[in-house]
């Protein structure tokens, strides 16, 4: 498959990157400056591809068969940029997808989307966004998997982690297992139309990936 990455150079799109260029799939990594084109080719992107998810970038879709979301605001920007970006950006791009027959559509949420009482007050308007994001995605009919990790970390991945639909204990993942994760979901079918949680456990992840 060809797969649009959307927010591609973030530290999850990095590891992502690097992950795809081995397997059967082809990544379109989409930036929003032409500048970090080399960068990401060099980490293995098969594609770049400017756009913006503020605006219209439904031409980044064009010759894709799926999309893998990962944009985000960044912790430190205020609640109408998450708006824009994790919610708005996010229900842009499911939309698009929807209109240009692209039928799979995987999402990097957050655990406590649905439980934000039990999450810090500074990130509840973050919560607020992805939880409506993942909403709308669900209504959408596209072919989704929504993937919600605990806390992440830059530590090196272990590929060991526990998956399931929600996880009631505390604990982290380190970004490069969440990629290997997103990477598996594309060819799990039994991941279609799931929504999960995701920390570090005692499973590889194909392991995991079949005990949902």
Known sequence: MRVLIAGANGKIGHH???????SQHVSRAMI?????????????AGE???????????HALQGCDAVIFLAGSGPHTGPEKTVDVDQQGAIRLIDASHRAGISRFIMVSSMRVDNPEQAPQKIHHYLAAKARADEHLRESGLDYTIVRPGPLTNEPGTGLVEVKSRLDRTGAIPREDVASVLLAALDADNTR??????????????????II
């Not at 992502?16 to 081995?22: E, H, N």
């Not at 770049?48 to 439904?58: A, F, N, Q, R």
């Open 193 to 210: 139309n799931m929504t999960f949680d995701l920390l570090s456990g005692d499973d590889e992840v194909m392991t995991a990936m079949k």
């Open 16 to 22: 992502l990157i690097r992950k795809m260029a081995g």
């Open 32 to 44: 929003r400056d032409a500048s970090q084109t080399a960068a990401l080719e060099n980490l293995g």
């Open 48 to 58: 770049t591809i400017v756009g913006d998810l503020e605006k219209d970038c439904s």
